[in-house]
C-alpha cells in the first residue's frame, strides 16, 4: 500500500468512527422526542377520558389552558435533555476531531506520533482541548440549541393547534393523535408515512444534529492543524459522497487551510479533510 492509499484509508476509518458517534446521538435525541411524543399522547387520553370531546360541549377556557400547560411542561422536559445532548455531542465531537487526527497521524507513523496507545491520542486530543478557547465552543453550542429552540418552539405551537382545533371541531382523540403523529426510526416506515407534527419535527432534529456534530468535528480537526502549523489541507469525500455533485469534484484537491470551503458542505454532507501529505512529509515532522 503507497502513502495516498495509506493516507486515505486512515481517514476514512476516523470518518466512519465520526458517522457511529454521529449516529448515537441522533438516536439520543430521538428517544427524547418519542419520550415527549408519549407523554403527549397520555394527555390526549386524559382529554378523551374527561369527555372534552363530546360534539357540542362547550369547552371550558381554563381545561384548555390546562392541557396547554401540561404541554408546555413536556416541551420543556423535552427542550432541557436536548440541551444536554447537544452541549456533549459538540465536545465529544470537537475532541473526537482532534483525536481523530492525532490518530492518522499515528497510523502512518509520523514522528512524535508513531505508536501512541488509544489512550494516548485521547490524553493528547484533552490536551490540545485545554488550549482551545472556551467561548468558540460556546458559540455553536448556543447556535445550535437556537436551532433546535426554533423546532421545540414550532412543534409546541403545531400540537397545540392540532388539540385546540380538534377541540373545537369535535375530532376524536385518534384522529388528532394521528395529526399529531410518531417519530419513526424504521426509514421505510418513515418514507410511507404523511406529514405529521413529530415527522417534521423528527426530520429537522435529525438534519440539526448531523449536520452541527459534523461541523463540530471538523473544528476539531482544523483546530490540530492549526496547532501544529499544517497550513495545506485535503479534501476528502467519503464513500457516498464521491457521486454529490458539490462534494465530489472537491475530493482529493488541496486547499489552504483558510480558503477550505467549510465542512459540512451541505446538510447533510459527509465529507473530511486532512493535512496534505507532501507538506506533512517534506520535514518528517507533520507540522512546518
Ligand atoms: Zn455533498
Ligand atoms: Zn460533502
Known amino acids: 500500500m503507497n502513502q495516498a492509499e495509506q493516507i486515505q484509508k486512515a481517514v476514512l476509518r476516523s470518518l466512519h468512527a465520526r458517522d457511529l458517534y454521529t449516529e448515537r446521538q441522533v438516536n439520543s435525541m ?5 419520550a415527549a411524543e408519549i407523554h403527549i399522547k ?9 369527555k372534552l370531546l363530546k360534539k357540542g360541549l362547550e369547552i371550558r377556557q381554563g381545561q384548555l389552558h390546562s392541557i396547554q400547560k401540561g404541554i408546555d411542561e413536556i416541551i420543556k422536559d423535552l427542550k432541557r435533555d436536548q440541551t ?11 475532541q473526537n476531531g482532534i483525536a481523530g487526527s492525532i490518530g492518522e497521524f499515528s497510523e502512518l507513523k509520523f514522528p512524535h506520533y508513531e505508536n501512541l496507545s488509544h489512550e494516548d491520542r485521547i490524553k493528547l486530543a484533552g490536551q490540545v482541548m485545554s488550549l482551545i478557547d472556551r467561548s ?49 426510526t ?38 490540530f492543524y ?7 489541507i485535503v479534501w476528502a469525500t467519503s464513500g457516498d459522497e464521491r457521486t454529490c455533485p458539490e462534494c465530489g469534484p472537491l475530493d482529493g484537491k488541496e486547499f489552504l487551510a483558510e480558503e477550505m470551503p467549510s465542512i459540512p458542505l451541505h446538510p447533510a454532507c459527509r465529507c473530511s479533510f486532512f493535512a496534505a501529505r507532501a507538506r506533512v512529509c517534506r520535514s518528517g515532522v507533520p507540522v512546518h
Do not use: W
Open 30 to 34: 430521538l428517544k427524547s422526542l418519542r
Open 42 to 50: 397520555s394527555q390526549l387520553v386524559e382529554i378523551g377520558e374527561k
Open 84 to 94: 444536554l445532548i447537544m452541549k456533549t455531542a459538540v465536545r465529544d465531537s470537537f
Open 136 to 184: 468558540a465552543l460556546d458559540f455553536l453550542v448556543n447556535y445550535n440549541l437556537q436551532l433546535l429552540g426554533n423546532v421545540t418552539r414550532e412543534l409546541v405551537d403545531n400540537i397545540k393547534q392540532q388539540i385546540s382545533v380538534g377541540l373545537v371541531t369535535g375530532d376524536s382523540i385518534a384522529k388528532i393523535g394521528e395529526k399529531i403523529g410518531s417519530v419513526i
Open 186 to 223: 424504521d426509514p421505510a416506515e418513515f418514507r410511507l408515512a404523511g406529514k405529521t407534527v413529530f415527522k417534521t419535527a423528527q426530520q429537522r432534529v435529525e438534519v440539526i444534529t448531523r449536520t452541527e456534530t459534523l461541523r463540530a468535528y471538523g473544528h476539531g480537526r482544523n483546530k
Open 226 to 232: 492549526n496547532q501544529i502549523g499544517a497550513r495545506r
